[in-house]
């Protein structure tokens, strides 16, 4: 009966889990570039109750073998990169990324991360920044008399200029994508850094070698189904009212063991 304890309680701690991921997930339903994220579970190791191999009545191989698992535990969490829904926002600073890729930011210790949130705003000295007010790389900035800001789907960035009838060019925005996106760290503020899972970031341009296009005044909204993490909450409820009732019935029976009289 002390096995079912423990092994019912990993089961709960799971689903607790799993709940967790479901909150987290159902809270960002309507941040920008948000990717949902799926828990993974794995068995424990087994106990052999019984010999393993030849029978003694047969003197053959047994059938099956005699084990016991010990529960459950988390495996991993897994990031689902997913396209989301586009949404119209008629501002130009809105960037949408359609397809594979991350807009590059630099953070203020020098270091590099991505995201796929294009809520972009421009700065005091105008640098065009992430809400977070981080730069994004390679660095744009906007003339002060600039009237009118274009990207277009391959990144090409140019200005209309209040005393110009013709539109300069700044640039071209570039995005990186990576050879497993689900290796990156999230760190917050739609911010994703590397790892040794993910891989090196391939700088490249849009819609060039597997790179998604960029669309100007639309935003991409969170991948989130919830729909999907609803049916997958009530799973996860009913999953721990059950083992919940096991280490209940665990309980009773040592109790009942317990009380034995001769």
């Known amino acids: ?130 809400s977070a007010g981080f730069r994004i790389e390679p660095t744009l900035v906007l003339p002060r008399e600039t009237s009118e800001f274009l990207v277009s789907g391959d990144g090409m960035v140019s200005v209309l200029l209040q005393s110009e009838e013709e539109p300069t060019d700044l640039g071209r925005m570039e995005i990186v994508r990576f050879q497993n996106p689900a290796g990156l760290k999230s760190i917050g503020h739609n911010l994703f850094t590397p790892t040794l899972s993910s891989g090196d970031p391939i700088l490249g341009n849009p819609g060039e070698e597997g790179m998604g296009l960029l669309q100007m005044g639309f935003l991409e909204m969170s991948n989130v189904s919830v729909i999907e993490e609803m049916i997958g909450m009530i799973t996860a409820q009913r999953a721990y009212e059950i083992n919940s009732k096991a280490v209940k019935s665990a309980e009773e029976m040592l109790g009942i063991a317990a009380n034995l009289k001769r």
């Open 1 to 130: 009966m002390i096995r079912a304890l423990s092994t019912a309680s990993s089961g709960m701690q799971s689903q607790q889990i799993y709940i967790d991921n479901i909150a987290n997930n159902l809270a960002n339903v309507n941040t920008p570039g948000f990717k949902k994220t799926r828990v993974e579970f794995h068995d424990l190791l087994y106990e052999k109750i019984g010999p393993v191999g030849a029978s003694r009545l047969t003197g053959t191989a047994e059938p099956a073998f005699s084990q016991v698992g010990h529960g459950v535990r988390l495996a991993a969490t897994t990031r689902i990169y997913s396209q989301g829904s586009s949404m119209s926002t008629e501002n130009p600073l809105d960037i949408m990324i359609d397809g594979d890729g991350f807009i590059q930011v630099l953070l203020p210790d020098g270091t590099y991360a991505y995201t796929r949130d294009g809520t972009l705003k421009l700065d005091s000295e105008g640098n065009v920044v992430t």
